[in-house]
């Protein structure tokens, strides 16, 4: 079986998450998708919500998704969540399995800055989502002689392969990003998260506006 580990931020989790995890489970089929929040992230601010409030959050939006599940994997990790040591200890987990990690067309832009970015590759496949904004036109040659060397069209392709594989999905457009949903939750507009995940943040009172 396929096991996808989806990370990120999820600060919140909102749709373009959301509906790219369910479009995925359509074109993959026989897969288990574990959106993963990180602990620590090391390239980025750390987030606004702590890491509980955040797999809580997930845990809400996949409700009526069995085949998704919210992964606290790295929030039990000391120190700084780097996908490659991550994907190292789930191979040890899931033996039996064939993982791939799942990022957005962004993510896949700056692949080459990520720590021991060839090990993920030598653990597990990728698998892109598109992402209103970025393209593969703008990635480097780094980026580029990868997807040459890699990338494959079909879903069926994950499977006869251990790792190594670059898939960029058909999944949804959706132009939405966290920053946008903590701006519009802070300034008190509607936006693209579930219900499910707006009552709980209004339950914990998270991402108001200091004013
Ligand atoms: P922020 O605005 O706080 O940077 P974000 O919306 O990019 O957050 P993250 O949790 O940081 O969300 O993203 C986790 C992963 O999901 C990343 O690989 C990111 O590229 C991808 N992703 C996030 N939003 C989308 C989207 N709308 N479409 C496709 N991929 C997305």
Redesign the pocket.
């Given at each position: 079986m396929l096991r996808a580990i989806?990370?990120?931020?999820?600060?919140p989790?909102?749709?373009?998450?959301l509906?790219?995890a369910a479009d995925l489970i359509k074109e993959l089929g026989d897969v288990t998708v574990h959106l993963m929040?990180n602990a620590v992230?090391p390239h980025?601010p750390q987030?606004q919500a702590n890491g509980q409030h955040r797999l809580a959050m997930i845990a809400c939006a996949i409700e009526q998704y069995p085949q998704m599940r919210a992964e606290s994997f790295e929030l039990n990790q000391q120190g700084p969540s780097y996908t490659a040591k991550t994907l190292l200890a789930m191979r040890e987990l899931y033996p039996d399995d064939t993982l791939a990690f799942?990022?957005?067309?962004?993510?896949?832009l700056s692949f080459d800055q990520w720590f021991e970015w060839q090990s993920i590759l030598a653990t597990a496949h990728l698998i892109v989502?598109?992402?209103?904004g970025?393209s593969l036109a703008e990635a480097n040659s780094t980026i580029n002689q990868l997807l040459q060397q890699r990338r494959v069209t079909h879903t069926t392709e994950l499977n006869r392969y251990a790792h190594g594989r670059i898939y960029i999905a058909n999944?949804t457009?959706?132009?939405?990003?966290?920053?946008?949903?903590?701006d519009a939750l802070a300034s008190g507009s509607d936006t693209e998260i579930s219900a499910a995940v707006m009552a709980y943040i209004k339950r914990h009172q998270l991402y108001s506006s200091p004013l």
């Open positions: 989806f990370g990120g931020t999820f600060d989790i909102h749709q373009g998450h509906t790219a929040p992230p980025r987030p799942v990022m957005g067309m962004d993510s896949l989502l598109p992402r209103p970025y999944t457009l959706t132009d939405v990003s966290s920053t946008a949903v903590r």
